[in-house]
C-alpha cells in the first residue's frame, strides 16, 4: 500500500514538474516575442525619431558628438520651407494626386470585386488568376509600355499621366473580392426584391460591410501614391504638376549639407501618412484575417 502511494506521490511530482515546466516555457516565449516585436518596432521607428530630433534641434546637432538623441522643439526650420519655398504648393499636388487615384482605385477595385465574386460565369476562376498574376508584376516591368500609353495619348507632364496608370490595383481587387465572397447570397436576393440595383447594393449593403477592406485599400494606395518618385521622374519636367517626393530632390540639391531645413522638409512630406497610418492601421490585420465584416449571419 505504501508502495502505491509513494508511486502516486512521484508521479504527481513528475506531472506538476512538467506543467510548471511546460508553464515557465510559455512566459519565456511569450516574453521573447515581446522582445524581438520591440527590436523591429525600434528599427523602423528610430529613422522617423532621427529626422524629427534634426528637424526640431539646433543648426550643427547633425554632427554633434555624443549625438542629440532629444528634440529640441524648435519650428523655425520647418517654418522656413512653408514660407520660404514651393513645398505648399508640391504637397498640394501630391494631396490631388493622391486622393483622385484613391478614389479610383476604390471604384474600380469595388466593381471588378464584386464581378467576381457576386456572378457565376465561364472563366470567372482563370481571371481571378490573372489578377493574381498582375499582383506579382513589379511596378519597373510596366513603366515602358505605360509610357508609350501615355506618351501616344498626348498625357506627358498632365495630372492624368500621373494618375491614370494606377487608377485599378490589383490588390484592391483581390480584398474586395475576398471581403464580397463573405456577404450570404441571401443579402443581395433581399435587395433585388426591395428593388434596389446592383450600384444601390454596392452603396447601401455592400461597401459598408466591407469596411477593413476600404480602409486597407486606402492605406496602401495612399502609401504607394504619396511615396511615387520614378513614375513622376519620368513623366514630369515642369514643376507644376510634380509631387512633394520630387521636390525632396530638389531640395537635396538646394540645401546641399543644410540637414536641418532638409530634414523638415522630410518632416512635412512624413507627416499625412503617419496621420492616415494612424486611422486605418487598425483595420487592416481585420481585412486580412476576415474580422469585423458588419454582418451577422
Do not use: C
Not at 523591429?40 to 550643427?60: D, E, K
Not at 464581378?115 to 490573372?130: D, N, P, Q, T
Not at 485599400?217 to 517626393?245: G, N, R
Amino acid at each position: 500500500m505504501k508502495n502505491t502511494r509513494s508511486s502516486i506521490a512521484s508521479s504527481e511530482g513528475r506531472s506538476g514538474g512538467r506543467s510548471s515546466w511546460k508553464h515557465s516555457t510559455g512566459h519565456l516565449t511569450l516574453h521573447g516575442r515581446g522582445v524581438a516585436q520591440l527590436l523591429i518596432g525600434l528599427v523602423f521607428i528610430l529613422p522617423v525619431y532621427w529626422v524629427l530630433v534634426i528637424a526640431t534641434g539646433h543648426h550643427g546637432d547633425a554632427y554633434a558628438i555624443p549625438p542629440v538623441l532629444v528634440p529640441a522643439m524648435q519650428f523655425g526650420a520647418i517654418g522656413f520651407v512653408l514660407t520660404h519655398t514651393n513645398i505648399v504648393h508640391y504637397f498640394l499636388n501630391s494631396v490631388f494626386i493622391t486622393t483622385t487615384t484613391i478614389v479610383l482605385v476604390l471604384v474600380t477595385g469595388v466593381l471588378a470585386g464584386w464581378g467576381l465574386a457576386a456572378y457565376h460565369y465561364r472563366g470567372r476562376e482563370a481571371l481571378f488568376m490573372v489578377v493574381i498574376g498582375v499582383m506579382m508584376l513589379p511596378q519597373q516591368a510596366l513603366i515602358v509600355t505605360q509610357f508609350n500609353v501615355m506618351f501616344h495619348l498626348g498625357l506627358l507632364d498632365t495630372y492624368a499621366g500621373l494618375i491614370l496608370p494606377f487608377g485599378a490595383s490589383s490588390a484592391a481587387i483581390f480584398l474586395f473580392r475576398q471581403a464580397f465572397l463573405q456577404l450570404p447570397e441571401s443579402f443581395w436576393d433581399v435587395a433585388r426584391l426591395e428593388g434596389a440595383n446592383v450600384f444601390q447594393y454596392l452603396w447601401r449593403v455592400a461597401v459598408p460591410t466591407a469596411r477593413p477592406a476600404v480602409a486597407t485599400v486606402t492605406l496602401l494606395t495612399f502609401i504607394v501614391s504619396w511615396s511615387q518618385f520614378q513614375w513622376p521622374l519620368i513623366m514630369t519636367s515642369s514643376k507644376a504638376v510634380q509631387p512633394i517626393e520630387l521636390a525632396l530632390s530638389h531640395y537635396m540639391a538646394s540645401f546641399s549639407n543644410n540637414w536641418r531645413d532638409l530634414t523638415s522638409a522630410a518632416v512635412i512630406a512624413l507627416v499625412p501618412v503617419l496621420v492616415i497610418f494612424a486611422f486605418t492601421q487598425k483595420y487592416m490585420v481585420k481585412a486580412v484575417v476576415g474580422e469585423d465584416r458588419g454582418v451577422t449571419e
